[in-house]
Nanobody
């Protein structure tokens, strides 16, 4: 079974940056594809970005040009670099890999 642990969330002012990490452990030899989602209380979980095993990246229109997804296969870790953050980016961010979800990390964008 795969376990995912996110970190890097916090409180940031509009226009600021954060870098989220997602580390995989357990029954995994290496990470392949990884996805990031976010969820606001009372709303559905929203897909944010994905990276494939080959390193191709995909983004939701709402974050394109501001967020960058990457991964370090040697460390079984994926990253989400978030720049030019907006209040509407406030949410709990989760990573997803192979049927497993992380517990989430809170990102709050507020002045």
């Amino acid at each position: 079974q795969v376990q995912l642990v996110e970190s890097g969330g916090g409180l940031v002012q509009p226009g600021g940056s954060l870098r989220l990490s997602c580390t995989a452990s357990g029954s995994i030899s290496r990470i392949n594809a990884m996805a990031w989602y976010r969820q606001v209380p009372g709303q559905q979980r929203e897909w944010v970005a994905s990276i494939t095993s080959g390193g191709n990246t995909y983004y939701a229109d709402s974050v394109k040009g501001r967020f960058t997804v990457s991964k370090d296969n040697a460390k079984n870790t994926a990253f989400l670099q978030m720049n030019s953050l907006k209040p509407e980016d406030t949410a709990v961010y989760h990573c997803y890999h192979g049927g497993a979800w992380g517990q989430g990390t809170q990102v709050t964008v507020s002045a």
